[in-house]
């Protein structure tokens, strides 16, 4: 049975059973108060501004809304909003766009329970949490060079495996064209190949299959 001033907490995943196993575990805490449950962005965005919960757990890749402009849609209602990015994404890619858009937080799913519980009564307080090798994920994307929005389209379809004539026609600019934003993209990332690229645009989350 939770307190009368318990922590009043959103949960926000697509995934049913994460979101229940959550709540479980997270009722079991005396001093945290599960006070609603979203299945996207879009829902956590009127569920929060009913509720105004003290924290909000958001996932990152969900649909309809995802996590980022979700967390940033409601960080532009309410400056205050206490949010903490919970995912199975640790590229650094994700971690930047996720605490740049206001979250307090970011931990990964499979964080022991006391390391979850301990960040949010952090965040509640008005403190950040973020862990070391996210700190470090988060370091290395802000001292890399920042791919221009053509870039990410190049990137995002040469990933979806579109030849350079295929990419040409798909934003409609010249084969050289995009052959000179692939040569800055390959530089930026430091790389040597498209395949290259691809992997390690991934693996950072810079894009997504």
């Keep these: 049975m939770s307190?009368?001033?318990?922590?009043?907490?959103?949960?926000?995943?697509?995934?049913?059973?994460?979101r229940q196993g959550l709540v479980t575990m997270l009722e079991e805490a005396l001093d945290i108060l599960v006070v609603e449950q979203a299945e996207n962005g879009r829902e956590a965005l009127t569920i929060f501004r009913q509720q105004q919960p003290d924290v909000t757990l958001m996932d990152l890749r969900m649909p309809q809304m995802d996590g980022v402009a979700a967390i940033t849609a409601i960080c532009a209602e309410f400056p205050a909003a206490r949010i903490i990015v919970l995912t199975t994404y640790d590229g650094d890619e994700e971690i930047y766009q996720g605490l740049r858009s206001g979250a307090k937080g970011y931990l990964l799913k499979d964080a022991e329970p006391q390391e979850l519980l301990s960040a949010i009564r952090a965040v509640y307080k008005g403190q950040k949490h973020i862990p070391p090798h996210v700190g470090a994920k988060l370091l290395e994307r802000m001292t890399s060079p920042e791919l221009s929005d053509r870039e990410l389209e190049v990137l995002q379809l040469i990933t979806t495996g579109k030849s350079t004539q295929a990419v040409s026609k798909a934003l409609h600019i010249t084969e050289r064209t995009v052959n000179f934003h692939i040569n800055h993209i390959l530089s930026k990332l430091g790389v040597e190949d498209r395949t290259q690229a691809v992997i390690v645009a991934l693996r950072r989350g810079i894009v997504s299959l």
């Excluded at 307190?3 to 994460?18: E, F, G, K, S, W």
Aim: no cysteine; net charge negative.
């Design 3 to 18: 307190q009368p001033n318990a922590i009043r907490v959103l949960v926000v995943d697509d995934h049913p059973v994460v």
